[in-house]
Nanobody, 122 residues
Framework: VQLVESGGGLVQAGGSLELSCGASGRSFGNGYMGWFRQAPGKEREFVAATRWSGGGTYYADSVKGRFTISRDNVKNTVYLQMNSLTPEDTAVYFC????????????????WGQGTQVTVSS
């Protein structure tokens, strides 16, 4: 499985960015695609997730109402629309694939992209 993120960059506080994650290499079944982030000196944290086959979306409280995860099953691509960005959103953002539908959509991801940097200036 190969996951490739794009769309990161530098944006001013209050601005928006859209991240993309293209997936290839195998059938993704009914699992989850997720977005995580890691800020300097901090542990990686869950941001958002969606099921490949439809159904629910899941968000961290810190991004709820500002970020939107969506997917295009034809293109095998997942997006993260990020609005009202703040400097606290500065981090490397990773997309990840969880094949199994068992358990929480916040954990259990086996495949990861290389990450894309998002920097929000104040």
């Amino acid at each position: 499985v190969q996951l490739v993120e794009s769309g990161g960059g530098l944006v001013q506080a209050g601005g928006s960015l859209e991240l993309s994650c293209g997936a290839s290499g195998r059938s993704f079944g009914n699992g989850y695609m997720g977005w995580f982030r890691q800020a300097p000196g901090k542990e990686r944290e869950f941001v958002a997730a969606t099921r490949w086959s439809g159904g629910g979306t899941y968000y961290a409280d810190s991004v709820k109402g500002r970020f939107t995860i969506s997917r295009d099953n034809v293109k095998n691509t997942v997006y993260l629309q990020m609005n009202s960005l703040t400097p606290e959103d500065t981090a490397v953002y990773f997309c990840a694939l969880k094949i199994s539908v068992l358990g929480s959509p916040l954990i259990g991801y086996a495949y990861w992209g290389q990450g894309t940097q998002v920097t929000v200036s104040s």
